[in-house]
Antibody, heavy 118, light 108 residues
Framework: EVQLVESGGGLVKPGGSLRLSCAAS????????MNWVRQAPGKGLEWVSS????????YYADSVKGRFTISRDNANNSLYLQMNSLRAEDTAVYYC???????????WGQGTLVTVSS | EIVLTQSPATLSLSPGERATLSCRAS??????LAWYQQKPGQAPRLLIY???NRATGIPARFSGSGSGTDFTLTISSLEPEDFAVYYC??????????FGQGTRLEIK
């Protein structure tokens, strides 16, 4: 059974940093592109970042470029999102999602809430 | 950036009725459009990918059609568990990957 479990969310002050993790199991992690997608409270879905299976290709939404860094550890079946210079508008539930077909998200984690507030 | 516009914003129907949800792209996305269902407090679930392919485990009452700029998600006969928010999403021209703003399907 495919499982994606996010962790690392919480309350952080504007300008602060946070590192999200996503633990994957039940599939060949090293063979899948992985992604972060977020959802602000009461709002729609926003793609944040993608990383290819071997980390050769990495993409970001303009809204996070230069502040967020996606990475992965295939040996430990883990995906990460380092978030720096956080802003109030980064407040959202952050989901990790698998993309066996690039850009199509077939499995999602349960999400982790990031709140940026003073 | 490709903008996806979903209509209607809210659709009120009764169980057993047919639901038709639309998604229009600001430029052609070929067939590279997906549909997701999201219930309150839950992660999105992939329903349809590449316009018309049902994802694993998705009931046959869900179907997708369209190409280019106009797409439709049809639920042939609504079940109580189908009332949720539905999003379309394109992967044709990215980054960025973009989502529509969602259609809320509510019980009439």
């Amino acid at each position: 059974e495919v499982q994606l479990v996010e962790s690392g969310g919480g309350l952080v002050k504007p300008g602060g940093s946070l590192r999200l993790s996503c633990a994957a199991s039940g599939f060949t992690f090293s063979g899948s592109s992985m992604n972060w997608v977020r959802q602000a409270p009461g709002k729609g879905l926003e793609w944040v970042s993608s990383i290819s299976s071997s980390s050769s290709y990495i993409y970001y939404a303009d809204s996070v470029k230069g502040r967020f860094t996606i990475s992965r550890d295939n040996a430990n079946n883990s995906l990460y999102l380092q978030m720096n210079s956080l802003r109030a508008e980064d407040t959202a539930v952050y989901y990790c999602a698998r993309a066996p077909i690039v850009g199509t998200f077939d499995y999602w984690g349960q999400g982790t809430l990031v709140t940026v507030s003073s | 950036e490709i903008v996806l516009t979903q209509s209607p914003a809210t659709l009120s129907l009764s169980p057993g009725e047919r639901a038709t949800l639309s998604c229009r792209a600001s430029q052609s996305v070929s067939i590279y459009l997906a549909w997701y269902q999201q219930k309150p407090g839950q992660a999105p679930r992939l329903l349809i990918y590449d316009a018309s392919n049902r994802a694993t485990g998705i009931p046959a009452r869900f179907s997708g059609s369209g190409s280019g700029t106009d797409f439709t998600l049809t639920i042939s006969s609504l079940e109580p568990e189908d009332f949720a928010v539905y999003y379309c999403q394109q992967r044709s021209n990215w980054p960025p990957i973009t989502f529509g703003q969602g259609t809320r399907l509510e019980i009439k």
